[in-house]
């Protein structure tokens, strides 16, 4: 049995870090190698992993001073004894077959990554949904599909990862929305990508808590997608591939103006980021002028709802631009995407 390396980053986490670690060591995979590495928390979080590391010789725990998500993260890949590593965050926590079941996939399509469904927790009502990943197959690769890029979702967990994919050029930075900075290409390198068609990985949605929840981290995104151009700019791939690259930008953006301009707030952060945008892209100019156009259709309004945009980027005399003739009426999620990523192709 092969070991594989388990990385959990915790800041200040005390309320949660039990019911994390208890998942891990519970897995029905047992050869595991546990790395607890506390970045610098100033609550009781290390006095929790070292009463773990007492329990299950499997633990190891690393204290350090606080400098960020993406640092822990790479500090637990520099570490890690073992060619094949997962990461699970401080307040989330894994169905028991997890690293199973990823395991028997990986082996199965001799993938380099595999991914699974997630099931995501609202912190404020406990109320559970499971969200797919949108793959049809088991195993799927960038060079083929380069919608992959996209679909395998721009975070490290509820991954199972060779850890040969962790060059020194695509590890994290240490701002938030790291992730963004790193996955895709790392999705890109990728050979082979499996799939697991079960949700497996539990998400905490922690919207009082959380750092990527908060607005002050608006220019973090900017950052990230920025680093994501830089290296794609010296990364080989395809136009297809490139045009992945693009869509990420878009949704990323889309998701900051759905979570705080509506809100009211953050107005400058969120134009800041927009306009820094436009030198790649001219979608990205007058953002803060964004609309929501109706075609009349319930389910393709639906669809355009996933892409976030200015008027004059989409409708022309009052008409969408873009001809949707070649769509049915879109009648699941998976369905609605297809025709979001078709209009940000064209944007």
């Not at 808590?209 to 994501?228: F, Q, T, V, W």
């Not at 900051?256 to 990205?284: H, I, M, P, Q, T």
Request: aromatic content about 10%.
């Amino acid at each position: 049995m092969q070991e594989i390396t388990v990385i959990v980053p915790i800041y200040n986490e005390e309320k949660r870090i039990d019911r994390c670690v208890e998942s891990i060591v519970n897995q029905t995979y047992k050869k595991l190698d546990i790395l607890l590495i506390d970045d610098g928390s100033t609550d009781g979080s290390l006095a929790c992993c070292r009463r773990w590391e007492k329990k299950d010789r499997r633990i190891r725990v690393i204290h350090k001073e606080n400098e960020g998500l993406g640092i822990a993260r790479n500090l637990g890949i520099a570490l890690a004894r073992n060619e094949l590593i997962t990461f699970v965050d401080a307040d989330d926590w894994l169905d028991k077959r997890f690293i199973e079941l990823l395991m028997k996939k990986m082996k199965q399509v001799d993938a380099e990554l595999v991914v699974c469904d997630i099931l995501y927790w609202n912190s404020k009502t406990s109320e559970c949904e499971i969200s797919k990943i949108r793959f049809e197959t088991d195993v799927q690769d960038a060079e083929t599909e380069p919608a992959v890029i996209n679909r395998v979702r721009i975070f490290a967990w509820g991954k199972l990862w060779k850890k040969s994919l962790f060059t020194d050029d695509l590890l994290f930075p240490s701002w938030t929305f790291e992730d963004i900075a790193s996955i895709p290409l790392l999705a890109c390198k990728a050979k082979r990508i499996g799939y697991v068609n079960q949700g497996l990985y539990h998400y905490w949605r922690n919207q009082t808590e959380s750092l990527s929840a908060r607005g002050e981290n608006i220019p973090d995104i900017g950052k990230s997608l920025h680093l994501l151009q830089r290296r794609s700019k010296d990364y080989p791939m395809s136009d297809k591939q490139r045009l992945e690259i693009k869509k990420i930008m878009i949704a990323q953006v889309r998701m900051a103006y759905r979570r705080w301009y509506r809100a009211g707030k953050y107005y400058e952060s969120l134009r800041n980021l927009s306009d820094s945008l436009a030198v790649y892209y001219s979608c990205f100019q007058e953002y803060e002028n964004m609309t929501f156009a109706k075609t009349g259709n319930e389910e393709f309004d639906r669809s355009l709802d996933h892409v976030v945009y200015s008027e004059s980027q989409i409708m022309e005399n009052g008409f969408l631009k873009f001809d949707l003739s070649r769509f049915s009426t879109p009648n699941e999620e998976a369905e609605r995407w297809k025709i979001a990523e078709y209009i940000m192709e064209q944007m």
